[in-house]
């Protein structure tokens, strides 16, 4: 026993004496290989750093939109841009298909929790196909009536913007001038279009480029209409002012058409409003009475 003790106890000094004889060498081994392995280990660590919203979020949300464009195959990532830049949003492509995916899906799955713990399988399919079918198109739906409702009041806004346009060129401005000038008096999406406009031809573009582009995103005829007859009188040499005066006048007049329509329309979509909600009340107050006492007599 004494024996065994002995020798544990003098391999154990003999491994302390090697170690701290080997200590320096091994100190500059370990340090010269993290010397030699210092980049890739600074990219690794800053790969594994990233925002949660980087390493996860994104890839998810491009599988996402792989999916629905798969599904959809009508629908184009360039289309979809279109619709974006017409509504006036800033959210990527990418980002909205996911978006359509996800609330697809989601409404898919609720339906289906919801309609099997209600009515078994048959309601179960019939509101996950209900609300997914919702979900899937809610965005759509809101995108497209934030684009109707940017469009319509780029419309309203035009025929004040060629008036100061108008104005400004005939005080000596050039046109570039002009539409700084709308840019600093005047507020909503036409001017943010003009602003754009104004900063692509600051740049270099073409002007006619820079007014197709600008009439491309609002999809309004009459800013399309504008465009060319601006286009046109560079070509030509035609007086800006009096053409901008001629659009001016005529855009007016299509203001002036489209709100005449609308007052046109309003009468019919009244009726069904008043058939649904007021019709029914007056009918329960005028002749609920009479019918209490017409029964009272049967009594």
């Known amino acids: 026993m004494l024996l ?19 200590a320096p060498t091994r100190q500059r081994r370990a340090a010269i290989t993290r010397a030699s392995s210092y980049g890739r280990v600074v990219l690794k660590n800053r790969g594994d750093t990233r925002p949660f919203r980087e390493r996860v979020v994104g890839p998810a949300a491009i599988r996402v939109a792989k999916l629905v464009l798969k599904l959809s195959p009508k629908t184009s990532v360039e289309a979809v841009t279109l619709k974006l830049i017409t509504a006036g949003l800033t959210v990527s492509p990418t980002a909205f298909l996911a978006a359509k995916g996800i609330a697809g899906g989601g409404g898919l799955l609720l339906g289906f929790v919801l309609g099997g713990s209600a009515r078994g399988i048959g309601g179960a399919l019939f509101f996950g196909l209900a609300l997914g079918g919702a979900g899937w198109m809610l965005p759509e739906i809101g995108v497209s009536s934030r684009a109707r409702t940017r469009r319509e009041q780029i419309r309203a806004d035009l025929p004040d913007a060629l008036d100061l346009l108008a104005v400004s060129v005939e005080a000596g401005l050039g046109f570039d001038g002009a539409l700084t000038k709308i840019t600093e008096h005047m507020d909503g999406p036409l001017s943010e279009e003009f602003g754009l406009a104004l900063g692509e031809i600051r740049v270099g573009e073409g002007r006619a480029e820079a007014l197709k582009k600008m009439a491309g995103r609002t999809g309004a005829p009459e800013v399309a209409g504008f465009t060319r007859a601006i286009i046109q009188a560079d070509q030509l040499g035609i007086s800006l002012g009096r053409i901008l005066r001629v659009q001016a006048a005529d855009t007016r007049l299509r203001r002036q058409a489209a709100a005449e329509e609308k007052a046109m329309k309003a009468p019919v979509k009244m009726l ?7 019709f029914p009340a007056m009918f329960i107050v005028i002749l609920g009475p009479a019918m209490l006492n017409f029964l009272s007599v049967f009594k």
């Open 272 to 278: 069904f409003p008043t058939v649904l909600f007021i």
């Open 4 to 22: 065994v003790l002995a020798i544990t106890c003098l391999a154990a000094a003999v491994y302390l004496v090697g170690d701290l004889a080997t």
